[in-house]
C-alpha cells in the first residue's frame, strides 16, 4: 500500500473534470461574459480559493492531464520535475496545453464531435446542445490574421455579473448543469458569486480571449490546439499503434482540418505566434545567421522568427513557403524586396540554390517517413555549400517528455534525439555540423551535404 501522499498526488495527476471544466467554461465564453469592474460594490458571498481548497476540491476528480501540463502560461523550459506538479499548481496556471501550438506548420485531414460538446456543425451525429454551444455567438475564435499575427481574439461581450438563469438562456444550455459547472469553477476561483449572480474573477480573467496569456487559444474546443487536445481521450489506441489518434477522432488528420477550416489555421498561427514570441530573440542571439545572404523558411506560418532574423541583418535576405502564404506575407511586406513568401508544401520542390534552409519545429510533426521526405526536398534544393539549420526540442537534452505524447497523439510524430536527427538525415546525403543549445528546451542544429 502506498503512503497517503503519494495515493493523493497519483489521484491529483489523473483526473480529468477540472481541465474539461475549464476548457468548457471557456469553450462556453464564461470567462469573457461574466467580466466586470472588480471594483465594482459586490460583495461575494465565497472567499476566494486558496491552492488548498482547489486541491482539496479537485482531489480525486481532477489535475494535469493529456496535453494539459506542457507549456503553462509562458513556460519555455521544460523541467522534468514539473511532471509531477499538484493539481494547486496545475489549477493556478489553468492547466494550459501546448497541443498543437508545438507544430510548425504545413500539410495535410478532420470532422466528428467533441468530448461533451461537439465542434464541428457538420460532425457526425452531434447533440443539438452540443451544436448550440458553439454556434452561441462570440464563443468561437475566428478572427482575421493579420500581420504580424495577433496574439489574441476577440472573445463574447462581457456583460457583467449574470444569473445561471439568465446565462443558461443566453447560451441554451440546461440551467442545473451550468449551475454545477459555476459551482466548480467558484472553487477553483475562476469566478465569484454574488448577489447579482457570478462574475470572472482577476484570476479567471487570465482565461478571457484578450488576456493575452495563450490560454483561450489553448483551451477553447474550436481552435487548432483546444480541439487537438480532445484526442487524448484515445491515447490508447495511439500507445498500441504508433499512429496518431487525430484522425481516429475526426476522421481526418491535423493539416486537412487546418486547410479545410480557416479559423482553425487562424488559430493555430495565433499560438505559434504566441508561443514563440519570448523565445525569438534566443534563436536570433545563439545562431550566426549573418553568414547568410539568403535564407529560406520552410513552413514557417507567419513568418515570425523569420522576420526577426532579417530584422536583425539588413544583408540577408529571405523566402518562406507555406501551404497559407497570406499571413507572412503581409508579416514581411515591411522588408520590400528582401523577402516574400510563396504558397507551397514542404513535400514539393522548393526554392533552390539559396545558401540556408530553416526547419522550425518542423520534424517533429512527423513520424520518420515524413520527416524523411521533408529532409529530402531540403537535401534536393540545397547547393554544395549550402546549410540546413533544424530548430527542434532534442530528447534527452531539455525537451519534455510530454511533448513526445502530444506529438504522437495529434500528428504521429514525436522529440528526436540528436543521433536520431543524424540518423534521419543521412540516407539524404546530410550530415550533422554542428550543435547549439537554446536557452529553454530547443537547440539549433546545423546539417550540411557530405562533402564526398
Not at 28 to 40: C, E, K, N, S, T
Not at 108 to 114: E, S
Not at 269 to 296: C, K, L, N, S
Not at 416 to 439: D, F, N, W, Y
Request: proline fraction near 6%; charged fraction near 20%; charge should be negative.
Amino acid at each position: 500500500m502506498g503512503n497517503d501522499t503519494d495515493i493523493r498526488l497519483l489521484r491529483e495527476m489523473s483526473g480529468l473534470v477540472t481541465p474539461m471544466a475549464l476548457r468548457v467554461a471557456v469553450t462556453l465564453g464564461l470567462p469573457d461574459r461574466l467580466r466586470a469592474d472588480h471594483a465594482a460594490n459586490s460583495t461575494p458571498t465565497n472567499a476566494p480559493a486558496t491552492a488548498t481548497d482547489v486541491a482539496a476540491a479537485t482531489d480525486a476528480d481532477s489535475g494535469a492531464t493529456g496535453a494539459a501540463t506542457a507549456e503553462a502560461v509562458g513556460a519555455d523550459t521544460a523541467d522534468p520535475a514539473a511532471e509531477t506538479t499538484t493539481v494547486a499548481d496545475a489549477a493556478a496556471a489553468t492547466t494550459a496545453a501546448p497541443g498543437a501550438a508545438d507544430a510548425a506548420t504545413t500539410t495535410a485531414p478532420g470532422p466528428a464531435t467533441g468530448a461533451g460538446l461537439t465542434t464541428d456543425a457538420a460532425a457526425t451525429a452531434p447533440s443539438s446542445n452540443a451544436a448550440t454551444i458553439v454556434a452561441t455567438p462570440g464563443s468561437t475564435a475566428t478572427a482575421t490574421v493579420a500581420a504580424p499575427v495577433s496574439t489574441v481574439v476577440a472573445g463574447p461581450a462581457a456583460t457583467g455579473p449574470a444569473t445561471v438563469d439568465r446565462l443558461a438562456a443566453e447560451l441554451d444550455v440546461d440551467p442545473m448543469a451550468l449551475e454545477l459547472l459555476l459551482g466548480h469553477l467558484v472553487t477553483l476561483g475562476v469566478v465569484d458569486r454574488i448577489d447579482a449572480g457570478y462574475r470572472t474573477t482577476e484570476f479567471g480573467a487570465n482565461l478571457c480571449a484578450d488576456a493575452g496569456t495563450g490560454l483561450h487559444n489553448l483551451l477553447h474546443h474550436d481552435t487548432a490546439a483546444g480541439r487537438a487536445d480532445l484526442a487524448f481521450v484515445d491515447l490508447a489506441h495511439s500507445i498500441r499503434t504508433g499512429e496518431p489518434a487525430y484522425p481516429l477522432r475526426y476522421g481526418r488528420d491535423f493539416w486537412t482540418d487546418l486547410a479545410e477550416r480557416p479559423h482553425l489555421r487562424e488559430a493555430f498561427d495565433r499560438q505559434m505566434t504566441w508561443r514563440i514570441r519570448q523565445r525569438i530573440p534566443r534563436f536570433v542571439e545563439a545562431f550566426d545567421w549573418a553568414r547568410f545572404a539568403t535564407i529560406v523558411d520552410v513552413g514557417g506560418g507567419p513568418g515570425d522568427l523569420l522576420a526577426a532574423v532579417l530584422e536583425a541583418h539588413p544583408d540577408t535576405r529571405g523566402h518562406l513557403v507555406d501551404l497559407e502564404a497570406g499571413p507572412a506575407r503581409a508579416n514581411l511586406a515591411r522588408f520590400g524586396d528582401r523577402a516574400g513568401a510563396s504558397k507551397g508544401s514542404f513535400f514539393d520542390p522548393l526554392p533552390a540554390g539559396r545558401d540556408a534552409y530553416l526547419l522550425f519545429d518542423i520534424l517533429h510533426d512527423w513520424d520518420d517517413d515524413g520527416a524523411g521526405r521533408i529532409l529530402a526536398r531540403c537535401a534536393e534544393a540545397m547547393t554544395r555549400d549550402a546549410v540546413l539549420v533544424v530548430i527542434e526540442g532534442i530528447r534527452g537534452v531539455g525537451a519534455a517528455t510530454e511533448m513526445d505524447l502530444i506529438m504522437l497523439v495529434h500528428f504521429g510524430g514525436r522529440e528526436r534525439s540528436i543521433a536520431e536527427l543524424e540518423k534521419l538525415a543521412e540516407p539524404h546525403g546530410l550530415v550533422l555540423a554542428g550543435t547549439t543549445k537554446v536557452q529553454g528546451d530547443h537547440s539549433v542544429l546545423e546539417f550540411r551535404k557530405h562533402p564526398i
